[in-house]
């Protein structure tokens, strides 16, 4: 692993999961203790502010039982009283209110109503109480004023379980950011670690499934990706072995011909028919390489026009002429006329050639190979060998049919021209199938995709012979 890459460069997930979790979590939460913090104030006020009028009515009440209400020697006391609570009377003319009152409770004053609300005095904000209408001086009222301030409030106790249900409230935070993070982390641990080990060519078991249905289909996509990369991986294994076979068998025959050529073991005319034939197989594996390595790539160009499978059967039928009389084998060819259909005409060429020289390769003397051209249809039949029944769903794997083949003529092929047509096949739009029989021979049909427009004249034509 590269130095920028290390655990020194980048946290790991689950610690920074755990503190991202938290932070948020203490963030909301210092939100709502500020929040908090403001609506205890303005309840705790407003309960206050309550508490002083009470407060306010009780002290009138008791001045109205007096003899002499407010008299230096009934405030004196009272005053005593007060100033151990910070608060302080004062008394005034109904008419005269002090000029801090708002207008809402002058109004009330006047009205011989009690008033209350919060005032600001040299600068300090005060909570006041006030009252009139005293039996014995009348025309006279009093205001009672407490400090706004927190300790003056007593709200000191609904900050302090404010801030211990904030403190319990972080601490469960922190344990509930500490499991979720082990949760999420955990399963993309287990993933990374197993790429890191894919990475370095080590099959990694099956991760397991857990979590979230997210991460669940994190580790099963790992899963199947790690399953397709280890098939893809047997399969470029399998298939350098045999192509590196396939390369070495050929240059083998070649090199010991022309030392044979050398040391006069073999004739000329001998030696240079091997080594033809040969050099032709090491030329048609090239090739077929070359066309495999191009569709791959997305290389390999397809066009689309109409066309007829019957020309194709025909000219096929005519390349191949020479090769089934020299190998004692009938080469048939049925088509309709027209045979209409949407493809490439030299990929189809391609397909039927390769079809036709497999079936070929498969048959003995005295047997026969029909190639049948309709509407998107071209079959290849022959009486060959033919596949035993286990082989049929591998055989348009490379290389897989060439090594199974029991005629010995077989191995003169690439055992590639099947991956090929099938490739083309389902490149233009068509598929391929197979069916054989072992000592009864194999049959390939290629479907190919038809304009709608002939099949709207085939439904037509289909009618009117109805109605003749």
């Keep these: 692993m590269s130095p920028s890459l290390s655990r020194r460069s980048f ?17 909301s939460l210092g939100v709502a203790f500020g929040v908090g913090v403001l609506l205890t104030r303005d309840a705790v ?3 206050n502010i309550d508490g002083l009028n009470r407060q306010a009515q009780l002290i009138k009440s008791d001045q109205e039982t007096n003899i002499y209400p407010f008299s230096p020697a009934n405030l004196k006391p009272l005053n005593k009283v007060l100033g151990g609570q910070r608060e302080q009377i004062h008394l005034f003319d109904v008419k005269t209110p002090p000029s801090y009152l708002p207008q809402a409770q002058r109004v009330a004053l006047l009205r011989y109503r009690a008033s209350k609300g919060a005032v600001t005095v040299g600068g300090k904000r005060y909570l006041d109480a006030a009252a009139a209408g005293i039996e014995k001086r009348p025309g006279k009222a009093f205001i009672l004023l407490r400090p706004a301030s927190l300790r ?19 601490a469960l935070a922190a344990l509930g950011s500490a499991i979720i993070a082990r949760w999420i982390a955990g399963p993309v641990r287990r993933v990374a670690e197993a790429s890191r080990s894919l990475a370095e060519g080590v099959s990694p078991d099956p991760v397991p499934l857990g979590g979230s249905a997210e991460l669940a289909m994190l580790a099963q996509t790992f899963n199947d990706m790690a399953a397709q990369l280890n098939r893809a991986r047997e399969a470029a294994r399998n298939f350098l072995l045999s192509v ?15 030392e044979g050529l050398e040391d006069g073991v073999f004739s000329s005319d001998e030696a240079a028919s091997t080594i033809r034939e040969e050099a032709r197989r090491l030329e048609r594996l090239v ?24 020309e194709v059967a025909r000219e096929v039928a005519r390349r191949y002429d020479g090769d089934a ?17 949407v493809a490439d005409m030299d990929r189809v060429l391609q397909v039927v050639s390769n079809l036709v020289e497999n079936a070929l390769r498969s048959t003995t003397a ?11 249809l071209l079959v290849v039949e022959d009486t060959g060998v033919g596949l035993a029944p286990e082989d049929l769903p591998h055989a348009f794997e490379r290389f897989y049919l060439h090594d199974r083949n029991p ?12 991956a090929i047509v099938k490739e083309l096949t389902e490149r233009m739009g068509g598929t391929v199938s197979i069916d054989s029989e072992v000592g009864r021979g194999t049959t390939f049909v290629v479907r190919l995709p038809v304009d709608p427009a002939d099949s709207r004249i085939d439904e037509l034509a289909h009618v009117a012979g109805r109605h003749r």
Excluded: Q
């Design 11 to 27: 946290p790991p997930l689950r610690r920074r999961l755990f503190f991202a979790t938290l932070l948020i979590v203490i963030a």
């Design 45 to 47: 006020e407003t309960a």
């Design 152 to 170: 003056a409030a007593g709200w000191g106790a609904y900050l302090r379980a404010l801030l211990i249900a904030g403190a319990i409230g972080a």
């Design 244 to 258: 590196s076979h396939e390369l070495k068998t050929p240059l083998a025959a070649i090199r010991g011909y022309a």
């Design 287 to 310: 090739r077929d390489l070359l066309d495999l390595a191009r569709m791959n790539r997305k290389e390999f160009v397809v066009h689309h026009e109409r066309i007829d499978l019957a």
């Design 325 to 341: 009389r020299a190998a004692g084998v009938e080469l048939e060819c049925e088509t309709e006329a027209p045979a209409p259909a």
């Design 366 to 376: 005295g047997g026969s190979v029909r190639v049948r051209a309709g509407k998107g």
């Design 407 to 418: 005629d010995g003529r077989a191995r003169i092929g690439s055992g590639l021209g099947l």
